[in-house]
């Protein structure tokens, strides 16, 4: 296949169609990029920042906030310098995560990498469909509330809700790969800053018609809201929750494959990544401290489904309809390289199979036909519908998220991108710089390893009193 590009691209030479590889041309730029990478990031884990900042306080709160973002932004710079291999403007393009690893760190690494990153995509398809089923539940309730007043029970069960999510993201499911999912991207960027607005503003208003700042410098009291031991927990549950408002760093390299060249990928995707991080640092900052002022130690778990607003409903059915719309497109940028992976797999090893290489022009009046292959069509909807069973199984939305957040955040946002970089600039063994990097793994290894024991702690207390598909 690659001899096959080359020849390509021996005969066009400095085509419009083709790339140095000989593969179609690519025309992302910097903008779209910050798409991609906004939808991803300020998803769902936006609303739980409030919550996360009421555990750990006004000092710990916007500092690991901070912190965070930094972390981030660093390791992303790193990681995209890995695109190519070599040279960083004519070396071999490295078009996943997964080859960046084997490029430059290779071996069983390789296969590290690959089950962790499909397992965190896999866990995000879930997180998001539970995300999404709150929201929809939230505008029924919301109405509920409004019409017989906020004592009535309203309860709502979700599970009818994640099925219609898990419906949407079937069909959504059928866009063939990423480079064709760039208009869903900006339209979910746009929802995200709707929703994250929305709640910025309301908590604002909370704080602006009570003239007090709730919370506390510690944060959540000990004795009056939780024991010892749960403040503990919580505080490590938190971690993981801030964890996963800022993994993006999985999909880095494939929103990278998207980039025209020139300017070198890299030098594009880190003033992509400067902008985003410091957008959504900024949106995360306010939403999270604001949450926290307007209501201290009551701070729900999502901050415009937990019902700490009940009015305006109808401002309230905008943000969750927002949030909904959003995680439609931001399940399909996550799920887009797992996608893509499983099928490129399939076809190598069965290349003569003519279900899963064959495609079938489905007419669209007005448009372009649609290309349609069979295998894509069974295997993307055996996945969605496998994702939505699990998150009617357990929509523990705070969890799940800090469990995600800690399951990915060392791995692929720091070791790896830590490790390739090191290959990558051959930087020396007990060096200063190499020294520094290890300390900065080491750290984020110890965080990660506390939110992980926070969030099985917090679906253990869950399970004991969940009963499945009642609510």
Avoid at 17 to 37: L, N, Y
Avoid at 341 to 359: G, L, Q
Avoid at 446 to 457: E, K, L, P, Q, T
Wanted: aromatic share 14%; hydrophobic share 45%; net charge neutral.
């Amino acid at each position: 296949m690659a001899d096959k590009a080359h020849q390509v691209f021996e005969v066009y030479g400095e085509s419009k169609c083709f790339d140095d590889d000989g593969r179609i041309k690519r025309t992302g730029s910097v903008w779209t990029a910050s798409a991609h990478i906004i939808t991803a990031v300020i998803g769902s884990g936006v609303l739980s920042l409030a919550w996360a900042t009421a555990q750990l306080g006004w000092v710990a709160g916007p500092t690991v906030l901070l912190l965070f973002s930094f972390v981030t932004y660093y390791t992303s710079a790193l990681l995209s310098d890995c695109y190519r291999t070599g040279d960083p403007v004519t070396g071999k393009r490295n078009y996943t995560y997964m080859d960046a690893v084997r490029a430059n760190l290779g071996g069983f690494q390789v296969k590290i990498c690959g089950v962790i990153q499909y397992a965190n995509l896999f866990g995000v398809a879930i997180g998001y469909t539970i995300a999404a089923s709150i929201s929809m539940v939230a505008v029924n309730r919301s109405n509920c509330f409004h019409k017989q007043g906020h004592r009535a029970a309203c309860n709502v069960s979700s599970t009818p809700y994640m099925i219609m999510f898990g419906v949407m993201e079937i069909i959504f499911s059928q866009i063939p790969d990423f480079d064709q999912i760039s208009w869903l991207s900006i339209v979910a960027a746009v929802m995200s800053f709707t929703y994250s607005t929305i709640g910025l503003g309301l908590g604002v208003a909370q704080v602006a018609e009570t003239g007090k700042i709730e919370g506390s410098l510690t944060g959540i009291s000990i004795g009056t809201e939780v024991t010892e031991m749960q403040k503990i927990w919580r505080s490590f549950q938190a971690l993981g929750a801030i964890a996963f408002a800022y993994s993006y760093s999985l999909i880095l390299i494939e929103i990278q494959d998207t980039l025209k060249s020139p300017p070198a990928e890299a030098k594009t995707m880190k003033r992509a990544t400067l902008i985003s991080v410091a957008v959504t640092t900024v949106f995360y900052m306010l939403c999270g401290c604001f949450g926290y002022a307007a209501f201290g130690d009551q701070s729900p778990g999502n901050l415009l489904t937990g019902f700490g607003f009940y009015n305006p409903y109808w401002l309230l059915d905008i943000a969750n309809v927002a949030i909904v719309v959003h995680l439609v497109g931001a399940y399909q940028v996550y799920c887009q390289p797992l996608f893509a992976f499983v099928e490129k797999t399939a076809a190598e090893w069965y290349p003569d199979s003519k279900i899963i290489t064959k495609e079938i022009d489905v007419p669209i009046p007005g448009f372009k036909p649609f290309k349609l292959n069979l295998f894509r069509l069974v295997w993307r909807t055996i996945f969605v519908i496998i994702t939505t069973v699990i998150s009617m199984l357990m929509p523990f939305f705070n969890d799940v998220v800090g469990i995600l957040g800690a399951f990915g955040f060392w791995p692929l946002t720091v070791y790896f991108p830590v490790e390739m970089y090191i290959v990558q600039k051959r930087i020396t063994k007990w060096s200063g710089r190499w020294i520094c990097l290890q300390i900065l793994s080491g750290a984020c290894l110890v965080i990660s390893i506390a939110a992980a024991a926070g969030s099985f702690a917090g679906v253990a207390s869950d399970l004991k009193v969940y009963r499945p598909f009642q609510s």
